[in-house]
């Protein structure tokens, strides 16, 4: 049972570009939660999504972040016209459904914007 | 909303000594309390956790306490090993889903 996939592992853009990182859950996991997690300190909530739904997005900066958990595919957190503070690593987890304590992570996606 | 703080940020240890990292919450709400280890440039790992109707859990070398009336729970290790070394972070979880995490504990096992 392959964990959950995060890709790109690195990603490098220019300021002002587009940042598509993709977390694809366990096998039979249906919640994903995206963290942040900024140089030498904890992992800050960012988002939870269901399937086709965002179930909470308190932790998302109100411009430039989006995230989807479409029914077919990975979920997707973009971030738009990206700035240097945007640089830290992504991580992603995932959940049974009924068990949204049980968060697995991903290897995350290491964002640094030049 | 939750707010989790850890220390010690940084712990030296011999090896074969134990070492202890503590946090606090601020939300009475919480009722479940992971323990995280992350390697450099790795994943965090869940290496324990304790609900709120349970005062301490055991993990061979791993234990947790927890004091819900004072709020905060405690990691400790015994027998270091240096594959210990890691950042270790506690979290609390409120909402049934949302995970607050503290800043993370350095842990230096010495050889």
């Known amino acids: 049972n392959a964990g959950v996939m995060q890709n790109p592992r690195h990603l490098v853009r220019r300021r002002g570009q587009e940042a598509r990182l993709r977390c694809s859950p366990m096998k039979g996991h249906s919640h994903v939660y995206w963290y942040r997690q900024l140089p030498e300190e904890g992992l800050k909530f960012m988002v939870y999504?269901?399937?086709?739904?965002?179930?909470?997005e308190s932790g998302m900066p109100k411009e430039r972040f989006s995230a989807e958990f479409p029914k077919e595919g990975p979920s997707i957190l973009r971030i738009q016209q990206v700035v240097r503070g945007d640089s830290a690593a992504y991580f992603c987890?995932?959940?049974?459904?009924?068990?949204?304590?049980?968060?697995?992570f991903g290897p995350g996606t290491r964002l640094t914007v030049t | 909303g939750e707010n989790v703080e850890q220390h010690p940020s940084t712990l030296s240890v011999q090896e074969g000594d134990s070492a202890v990292i503590k946090c606090t919450y601020s939300?009475?709400?919480?009722?479940?309390f992971p323990w995280y280890k992350q390697e450099l440039g790795k994943r965090p790992q869940l290496i324990i956790d304790?609900?709120?109707?349970?005062g301490e859990k055991k993990d061979q070398r791993i234990a947790v306490t927890l004091n819900k009336t004072a709020k905060h729970f405690s990691l400790h290790i015994t027998e270091t090993q240096p594959e210990d070394s890691a950042v270790y972070f506690c979290a609390a979880e409120t909402n049934d889903y949302k995970l607050s995490f503290g800043a993370g504990t350095t842990v230096t096992v010495r050889a």
């Open positions: 304790i609900r709120s109707n349970v």
């Open positions: 939300d009475s709400a919480s009722n479940y």
């Open positions: 999504l269901q399937k086709e739904n965002i179930i909470d």
């Open positions: 987890a995932s959940s049974p459904a009924g068990q949204a304590h049980e968060q697995y």
